[in-house]
């Protein structure tokens, strides 16, 4: 295997690989909606004509419904501090706060919340049609109310 750091909004190796995955909601935190659409069409581009994606994202739809606003977790002898909403751009945003060995941390993570009528209209305009969806790891259903994951194979061509 060959490793590459590379900006997915960008083309690279056209028409070139059988199949691209996408793992652990690794998507949606561009600030754009021109940027992710972008993005799924490169990815179109780099498939072979038969080629498949395999897209692993959170239920938005689940996630939103049961989205705990405050939590307070301990790790490891460390007090996070966790504070969650969704934005008025459909963003599911979490921020972080900790401290550790004198020094305070914050982060914020900015995630959009795609359902699977998001990803059919993006797959749509690069060309590829989602073959198959899947609600978890084990490759069980997807349901929009039940299911933890929504994985989609997308296949460029003759699914």
């Known amino acids: 295997l060959s490793f590459f750091q590379h900006d997915m909004r960008m083309p690279y190796r056209i028409n070139y690989f059988d199949y691209i995955f996408n793992f652990f909601t690794s998507f949606g935190y561009f600030k754009t909606e021109k940027d992710h659409i972008k993005t799924v069409c490169n990815i179109a581009k ?13 239920n ?19 007090v996070f501090h966790l504070q969650r909403m969704v934005d008025e751009e459909g963003y599911i945003v979490k921020n ?33 049609k989602i073959a198959r969806t899947f609600g978890d790891y ?22």
């Open 46 to 58: 780099g498939l072979r004509p038969d080629g498949k994606f395999v897209l692993d994202f959170f």
């Open 60 to 78: 938005a739809k689940k996630l939103v419904s049961n989205l705990r606003p405050h939590e307070v977790k301990q790790v490891g002898g460390i």
């Open 96 to 128: 972080i706060q900790f401290e550790d060995q004198g020094q305070f941390y914050d982060f914020t993570e900015r995630v959009r919340a795609f359902t699977l009528d998001d990803f059919y209209d993006m797959f749509g305009k690069a060309h590829l």
């Open 138 to 159: 084990y490759l069980n259903d997807f349901d929009e109310n039940e299911s933890d994951r929504l994985i989609l194979v997308g296949c460029k061509s003759g699914c």
